[in-house]
C-alpha cells in the first residue's frame, strides 16, 4: 500500500525545536518531489517547503527560511522536517505529501496526491 | 506571495445540484492551478491539475477551467460524499499558496 506516515510531533516551548519525520512505503522516495505542508487550528492548508528528488534543489516558504530545514534520506525511503526557533504561529498540523510533478507540453505541475495523516506541533509557553 | 481568492467561502447545496466554485489569483499564473477536497479528519484528495486535468481516478463529474487569474472547478451533479471543503492551489511560482477554501454543506 502506497501511504506516508509522520511522526515526531509534540509540544515545545516557544524557541524550541523539534524534528518530524515522514516515512514512506509502497513507492520508491528518491522518484519524487516531496514537501511539507501545515494546517494551524482554525485556518486553511499553507504549504511550508519541498525538497527535489536528489534534495539538490530547495524551496521554503519565506516565514520558516533559516528556521526549518527540510531534508530526505532516500535509502530509508524518510523525509525529514528539523524545526528551530519555533514560534507559537507554528502551531499546526504538519503533513507530507507526495508530489507527481506532472509534465505535460506546457510544462511540470505540482499534484499532490499522497497525504499523510498529519503530526501535531503545538507550541505554547 | 501570490493571493489566491475563493468564492464563495460556503455554499449550501443539495444531491444533484450543480455547483461551482471560483478561485482567482492576485496576478497571472498560466495554468499552474490545482483542485484540492478536504473531508474532516481526512487528508486533501488531489482532484485536478494543470487548472483542467482530471486526476487518475476522480469521478468526471468534477471538472475545472480557466487560465491567468480566474479558475473554476464545478462539480455537475453533486453527490452526497462531496460534501466537503474544496482549495485552490497554486504553482505558478514559490511560495505555493492556497486560497482559503469554500465548504459545500448540505441545504
Known amino acids: 500500500e502506497v501511504q506516508l506516515v509522520e511522526s515526531g510531533g509534540g509540544w515545545v516551548q516557544p524557541g524550541g525545536s523539534l524534528r518530524l519525520s515522514c516515512a514512506a512505503s509502497g513507492f520508491t522516495l528518491s522518484s519524487y518531489w516531496m514537501t511539507w505542508l501545515r494546517q494551524a487550528p482554525g485556518m486553511g492548508l499553507e504549504w511550508v517547503a519541498n525538497?527535489?528528488?536528489?534534495?539538490?534543489?530547495?524551496h521554503y516558504l519565506d516565514s520558516v527560511k533559516g528556521r526549518f530545514t527540510i531534508s530526505r534520506d532516500n535509502a530509508k525511503n524518510s523525509l525529514y522536517l528539523q524545526m528551530n526557533s519555533l514560534r507559537a504561529e507554528d502551531t499546526a498540523v504538519y503533513y507530507c505529501?507526495?508530489?507527481?510533478?506532472?509534465?505535460?507540453?506546457?510544462?511540470?505541475?505540482?499534484?499532490?496526491?499522497?497525504w499523510g495523516r498529519g503530526t501535531t506541533v503545538t507550541v505554547s509557553s | 506571495a501570490i493571493q489566491l481568492t475563493q468564492s464563495p467561502s460556503s455554499l449550501s447545496a443539495s444531491v444533484g445540484d450543480r455547483v461551482t466554485i471560483t478561485c482567482r489569483a492576485s496576478q497571472g499564473i498560466r495554468d499552474d492551478l490545482g483542485w484540492y477536497q478536504r473531508k474532516p479528519g481526512q487528508a486533501p484528495k488531489l482532484l485536478i491539475y494543470a487548472a483542467s486535468s482530471l486526476q487518475s481516478g476522480v469521478p468526471s463529474r468534477f471538472s475545472g477551467s480557466g487560465s491567468g487569474t480566474d479558475f473554476t472547478l464545478t462539480i455537475s451533479s453533486l453527490q452526497p460524499e462531496d460534501f466537503a471543503t474544496y482549495y485552490c492551489?497554486?504553482?505558478?511560482?514559490?511560495?505555493?499558496?492556497f486560497g482559503p477554501g469554500t465548504t459545500v454543506d448540505m441545504k
Open positions: 492551489l497554486q504553482d505558478f511560482n514559490y511560495p505555493r499558496t
Open positions: 525538497i527535489f528528488r536528489d534534495g539538490s534543489e530547495i
Open positions: 505529501a507526495r508530489d507527481l510533478d506532472i509534465a505535460t507540453e506546457s510544462g511540470y505541475y505540482d499534484a499532490f496526491d499522497i
